[in-house]
């Protein structure tokens, strides 16, 4: 199973709550509070996304962190590599592949290809397009209802 780890999903949803509050500083805790992720968590996983340059970290008593980019100018590609490092299905995926059946193996250029194609999917979504369809909600304001139910007559 092709799967991105718990990490990467969880920097997903840092990033979503920054994206959802554009120019807005929030720090760890905030996010931590938001995401429902523990404190240790968010800073373990802000740590990459800065060094990537996802995200900017502001000191001081408003300190805290900010997309570095419009959301729509930040590609999952992105979050996946600042996480992960580069992209690789397969062993013989990444340019600098260690595997011994290279020379023999007649299913490298097709794994090459469909990294390339999942690279390139990745390219294509912008954290802008997997934001909440309801914005997430603030401390000052209470989640929009999901209920479909209607009211007792």
Not at 6 to 20: E, N, P
Request: glycine share 6%; charged share 20%.
């Amino acid at each position: 199973m092709l799967r991105v780890t718990k990490l990467t999903d969880y920097a997903t949803v840092v990033l979503t709550v920054l994206a959802a509050r554009p120019g807005e500083v929030l720090s760890a805790t905030e996010l931590a509070e938001f995401t429902g992720l523990e404190p240790p968590t968010v800073s373990k996983v802000l740590k990459p996304l800065a060094q990537a340059g996802l995200v900017e970290g502001l000191r001081g008593v408003r300190g805290g962190y900010r997309l570095t980019r419009p959301s729509i100018e930040i590609s999952l590609f992105e979050v996946v590599e600042a996480m992960e490092g580069p992209l690789a299905l397969t062993e013989c995926s990444h340019d600098h592949h260690q595997c011994g059946m290279a020379p023999k193996c007649g299913a490298r250029s097709s794994w090459r290809l469909i990294n390339d194609v999942v690279s390139e999917a990745l390219r294509d979504v912008s954290l802008a397009q997997i934001l909440p369809l309801f914005p997430l909600s603030t401390k000052n304001s209470a989640a929009p209802s999901l209920s479909t139910s209607s009211p007792d007559p």
